[in-house]
């Protein structure tokens, strides 16, 4: 028997698209339903089909080297199912890529050059489709605008002058000066013959014994006074010669009293903790290889600026070899690492590297911090972890193991989720002084000559 499936109107969605009834036709059901599921599958794929890239400027932030970015900065997902990020975007000043980091949709942080000139300049976010977008400089896809940095206006009338401020404390009173012995003074000349009182050239005992001891000799002679002799030095009761805010030392010498407190904490700390600081000092991807680092930490701990404890200090650095902090360092197990100021940084070597850091390692050997210290990174070549940085086959960069200052390689390329973007070998890993995730140690590839800002180039120094 041939069952016919006639276009019987049981709704609007059945006369549009042409299906029988299936309530009066089951052998129809299929043939009516096949239509309306091609309708959903178009309708449920509309979000994808619709979705597009968006690259939009909205406004710029200026705050001193560091240029903030809103707007909307999304790509949409490719074959792979890979999204957009510091992967497929890139920002450029006047064609220049700078180093920036994507924040999230709708804001990014991009670093200056530190020797821009005033102006208005071009700033654009585009598309990389492919990895000549960075150096052609070139926006096939993108979004820009026209920024004013450093106006040049004049300024307005200078103020007028504060009031005095107060007066400062009076200083500590200098050390007493030491005068030198004096010499005795002459002895007097003794009368001639003073014992022959008439002259005669003999001596007469009746007339010349003058102190009755029965003879005339020079016992008898009372010559003139002689002149008295210059104050001799002191004896060993003198004086306390150190003032009043200074103590007197077995060899003589005075100290005041602050320099006895921070010489006594200099030997109470390192019972606490072991000390960490960055280097004040900076220098090209060239350190002398790792024995070189090593010597540029001991040395700032052992400079006169330093109020860091005595020990022996090594460079968080790494080598191509696998050399690195987890197979050179004295790893704490009991004591806590902190600043020369006692912050704490870590409770112990484990917690050093299980990917975060309790504060940044922001103070330099004198304890003193950084003016700009989001522009300040750290030679390591290190992950967080101790190990020393590379991923799957890609070897460490770390500017052929801290002996090279080659300018020929200047891409700079972001960290993240312990991979290194970027595939050239003579680079450096480089941390920053204000992280405290495993950007501390792993945030940049740079330069080995630091091409980007002579203020790259720090060691983190760790006491042993």
């Known amino acids: 028997m041939t069952h016919t499936c006639e276009a019987v109107p049981w709704g609007l969605l059945s006369k549009i698209l042409g299906g029988g009834d299936p309530m009066k036709n089951p052998k129809c059901a299929l043939h009516g339903f096949m239509p309306i599921f091609v309708l959903m599958m178009i309708l449920s794929g509309s979000s994808w089909l619709m979705a597009k890239d968006e690259l939009i400027i909205s406004s710029v932030d200026i705050n001193g080297d560091t240029m903030t970015l809103f707007g909307e900065f999304k790509i ?32 990014i942080e991009a670093m200056l050059p530190f020797d821009l000139e005033p102006g208005t300049h071009r700033v654009a976010v585009c598309k990389e489709k492919d990895k000549e977008c960075p ?32 007066q400062g404390i009076q200083g500590i009173q200098g050390i007493q000066g030491v005068g030198l012995p ?20 003999e001596g007469t005992i009746a007339t010349e014994d003058v102190n009755g001891d029965g003879a005339v000799n020079v016992n008898d002679c009372t010559g003139p006074q002689g002149l008295i002799g210059e104050t001799g030095p002191p004896g060993s009761g003198a004086a306390n010669p150190c003032s009043g805010d200074e103590s007197l030392l077995a060899d003589g010498s005075c100290v005041d009293y602050q320099t006895l407190i921070d010489n006594l904490a200099a030997r109470i700390l390192p019972l606490t903790q072991k000390t960490v600081f960055v280097t004040r000092a900076t220098w090209t ?16 701990a052992d400079g006169p600026t330093s109020i860091v404890p005595a020990g022996t200090y090594l460079a ?10 987890s197979t050179t360092f004295t790893r704490s197990t009991t004591l806590p690492y902190g600043l020369p100021d006692g912050t704490r940084v870590a409770n112990n070597y484990a917690d050093l590297t299980d990917g975060t850091i309790i504060t940044p390692i922001n103070k330099d050997e004198a304890g003193i911090p950084f003016a700009n210290p989001n522009q300040n990174l750290v030679w390591t070549g290190t992950k967080a972890d101790g190990r020393r940085d590379g991923w799957n086959l890609h070897p460490a960069k770390t500017c052929l193991d801290w002996t090279s200052q080659d300018h020929n390689h200047q891409v700079a390329s972001f960290h993240s989720n312990n991979i290194a973007h970027g595939d050239n070998n003579d680079n450096g890993i480089t941390g920053s002084i204000i992280k405290t995730n495993l950007n501390w140690t792993q945030f940049l590839t740079i330069g080995c000559d630091q091409q980007f800002d002579p203020r790259f180039g720090h060691l983190y120094c760790f006491q042993q």
Do not use: M
């Not at 103020?159 to 005095?164: D, I, K, Y």
């Not at 991807?285 to 700032?300: F, P, R, S, V, Y």
């Not at 968080?316 to 902090?325: A, N, Y």
């Open 76 to 107: 949409k997902p490719g074959k792979s199912g890979k999204g957009g990020g510091e992967d497929g975007i890139v920002v450029t000043l006047n064609g220049g890529i700078l180093l920036f980091e994507l924040v999230d949709e709708n804001k």
């Open 135 to 166: 150096n052609l400089g070139k926006h096939q896809e993108g979004n820009q605008i026209d920024v004013t940095i450093g106006s040049s206006s004049t300024g307005g009338e200078p103020g007028e002058p504060g009031e005095q401020g107060i």
């Open 182 to 201: 004096g010499t005795n003074g002459t002895n007097g000349t003794n009368g001639i013959n003073c014992w022959d009182l008439n002259g005669d050239g």
């Open 285 to 300: 991807g060239n350190l002398g290889g790792i024995a070189g680092a090593h010597a540029k930490c001991q040395t700032a």
């Open 316 to 325: 968080w650095i790494s080598l191509r070899d696998g050399t690195s902090p």
